[in-house]
């Protein structure tokens, strides 16, 4: 268990020219985090979801400019979801400081 709550699943994997990273976690509210690095920063993002019973709903997210993960590029081999973490912690923090 993490500070977070249990983790229930983590993702990192490669597609379409874009490192995708996804965790889900369960304490009082079930947050799922999900971060796209692409090729393009336009179409990178990093956000994080509150499941309301029904659906996956935005809590928040940044600017992949903002993440460390924007020095990832599609083509790093190496990539591992350790790469996202600490931008995950920082959406963590600012979600749960929304929705607690």
Do not use: P
């Amino acid at each position: 268990m993490s500070a977070y709550g249990d983790v229930i699943s983590t993702r990192c994997w490669n597609m379409n020219q874009s490192w995708y990273y996804e965790s889900i976690y369960k304490k009082k509210h079930k947050l799922r985090v999900k971060i796209r690095r692409n090729a393009y920063d336009n179409q990178s993002f990093a956000n994080v979801f509150r499941w309301d019973g029904n659906q996956w709903q935005l809590v928040c997210g940044k600017s992949i400019m903002e993440c460390k993960c924007q020095t990832i590029s599609y083509v790093n081999k190496d990539v591992t979801a350790a790469d996202f973490k600490q931008d995950e912690e920082e959406l963590l923090r600012e979600a749960l400081a929304i929705v607690e």
